[in-house]
Every structure is written in structure tokens, then in C-alpha cells.
Nanobody, 121 residues
Framework: QVRLVESGGGLMQPGGSLRLSCAASGNILSIDAMGWYRQAPGKQRELVAIIFSNGDTNYGDSVKGRFTISRDNAKSTVYLQMNSLKPEDTAVYYC???????????????WGQGTQVSVSS
């Protein structure tokens, strides 16, 4: 089994910064894709950023130039540095790990419990 635990959410003023972390644990030998998604009230869950094992990244249009995703493979941890935060960034942020190679099996599309990010003055 793969467990994802997010941390770092909270309340921030517009223009401020926050850093989210997500640590994966369990039966893990390697992880292909790790990413962040978010869901605001009344809206569908959307991609924020994703990073692959080869270092390639992809960002949602609304966060390009403001957010940076990175990962530490040795720690099975993914980070999201969020700068120049806007009120519209307010959402629950979910960590995702996909195509996780474990001992004897693969795991697909694992999710964390989510962490709240609120941006307001």
C-alpha cells in the first residue's frame, strides 16, 4: 500500500508564499509521477503541477510562473512552492502518486487526504 501525507497548508495573504510537502510511504521502490491537484468549493479537481521521474514537469495554466514543483526521490517526497498567491488559489490541495513500483506489484493513482490553502486579506 502507498500512503501520502501532505503538510504546509494554511492561511496566507495575497502576494504571499507557502510551501507544501507530500511524503509517500509504504511499499515503494520507485515513483514515476508525483503531482499536486486542487479543488475549490463547487469546482472540479484540477491539475496544479506534476513532476515525472525523469524531471519533466507540467503546470496548470493558472499557476505557471508562480508555482514550482520539485521532488526528492530519496525521501519519496514532492514539494510545491507557491509564490504570489492569489485569492483564487484558495482550495484543498491534494497530493497524487501514480505508477508506483512496489515489491511484487504496482500501485496506480494514489491520493493524500488533502491540505487546505486559503488566500485572503
Amino acid at each position: 500500500q502507498v500512503r501520502l501525507v501532505e503538510s504546509g497548508g494554511g492561511l496566507m495573504q495575497p502576494g504571499g508564499s507557502l510551501r507544501l510537502s507530500c511524503a509517500a510511504s509504504g511499499n515503494i521502490l520507485s515513483i514515476d509521477a508525483m503531482g499536486w491537484y486542487r479543488q475549490a468549493p463547487g469546482k472540479q479537481r484540477e491539475l496544479v503541477a506534476i513532476i515525472f521521474s525523469n524531471g519533466d514537469t507540467n503546470y496548470g495554466d493558472s499557476v505557471k510562473g508562480r508555482f514550482t514543483i520539485s521532488r526528492d526521490n530519496a525521501k519519496s517526497t514532492v514539494y510545491l512552492q507557491m509564490n504570489s498567491l492569489k485569492p483564487e488559489d484558495t482550495a484543498v490541495y491534494y497530493c497524487n502518486a501514480d505508477r508506483v513500483r512496489g515489491s511484487g506489484r504496482w500501485y496506480f493513482d494514489s491520493w493524500g487526504q488533502g491540505t487546505q490553502v486559503s488566500v485572503s486579506s
